[in-house]
């Protein structure tokens, strides 16, 4: 078992940055691949941005490239995401993801946080 905590959601106004980020526990943080993941109300479950288990590789769905960024620190058992330049269609709750991989991909993840709320006023 993995467990995840997030942290670092918050209310920020459009332009602005914020840092999530992902404490795991229970596993040997450096043997799973990770992602993030966001869920706008009524809407499913989105890829965010993943990372392979050594930090050597990342991977951004399109809406966010260019302004997210997706690290890790393995002695530390923790997975960040920084937000630059947000817009109010980031608002959502965003969710870190676990999967026992070397790669990071857009699904099948096994270990799930409890989620961190974000909202991007205009």
């Known amino acids: 078992q993995v467990q995840l905590v997030e942290s670092g959601g918050g209310l920020v106004q459009a332009g602005g940055s914020l840092r999530l980020s992902c404490a795991a526990s229970?596993?040997?943080?450096?043997?799973?691949?990770m992602a993030w993941f966001h869920q706008a109300p009524g809407k499913d479950r989105v890829f965010v941005a993943g990372?392979?288990?050594?930090?050597?590789?990342?991977y951004y769905a399109d809406s966010v490239k260019g302004r997210f960024s997706i690290s890790r620190d393995n002695a530390k058992n923790t997975l960040y995401l920084q937000m630059n330049s947000l817009k109010p269609e980031d608002t959502a709750v965003y969710y870190c993801?676990?999967?026992?991989?070397?790669?990071?991909?857009?699904?099948?993840?096994?270990?799930w946080g409890q989620g961190t709320q974000v909202t991007v006023s205009s």
């Open positions: 990372i392979s288990r050594s930090g050597g590789s990342t």
């Open positions: 229970g596993r040997t943080f450096s043997n799973y691949a």
């Open positions: 993801a676990a999967k026992r991989s070397i790669i990071a991909t857009t699904t099948g993840y096994d270990y």
